[in-house]
């Protein structure tokens, strides 16, 4: 992306600070579970369900526009074209930093996410369309492979991307998580499957000694025009990122009896399900989940 030198802010704030920053980052987070890459897909989709049903209520929280299948798509260079769709809009006031709920009008905190789920490739594209437009973009693109997180490049960026992103190991055993994030029963430390026997994950080197094994490649590019607030933002969603991703695949690893034998089929009732609960969590309730961290 060039330099706009044309911007100009849609809302007011003192001429001096009218300057516009680009910043184009990357950073890709490998997540290695004890699972196979078949079983991911039914885990995934099953805590993506229950765990925004832990983020709706009280006006917040997550509506599902869409979720239905597509077809001629190209993905990663055309190796991926069809999958299933999903247009959700995330109701978000509280759980954005202060610093940007000060400057947004009231109504705007609305992120809307876009993926493209061509599994094992899936294709995130998160805006916001009501305050901060085409200034702003986040995308996730996830590879699963079965692996120990050792594959140098699997999302084939060409050298000039790969010279300048950042790789971050995540261990959702031994990662440290927030006092207000940990819960026992999604302690891989401590969680043992009665269905499959694998847990807890006690060892500090366990990713070397599980099968199956696999890894989540989940490569994050951030682009926002910002005047003067870019260092903030960055590390704001480079933390929220992490933490998201650490915070979720601890609970993929322990809700493993709730998902372990269920079909895809199993996986779309289920959606379907929580998509009406949702709608009606949303409007009425307290607040609920995960909020942003004091500023």
Known sequence: MGHHSTFKPD??????????????GKCLSRVTLPLTVEEYQVAQLYSVAEASKNETGGGEGIEVLKNEPFTNHPLLGGKYSSGQYTYKIYHLASKVP?????????????????????????????TNPGFMKERFLVQIDSLHTADYGDFNNVHELPPEKLKIREVVHIDIAHDPVTPADYKLDEDPTKFQSTKTGRGPLVESDWKLKVKPVMTCYKLVTCEFKWFGLQGRIENFIQKSERRLFTNFHRQVFCWMDRWHGLTMDDIRAIEEKVKEELDKQRNEGEVRGTRADSD
Do not use: D
């Open 11 to 24: 809302f007011k704030v003192p001429y001096e600070m009218q300057v516009v920053y680009i910043s184009y």
């Open 98 to 126: 202060a610093f940007i709920r000060l400057l947004a009008p009231r109504g705007s905190l609305e992120i809307h996410e876009e993926a493209w789920n061509a599994y094992p490739y899936c294709k995130t594209v998160i």
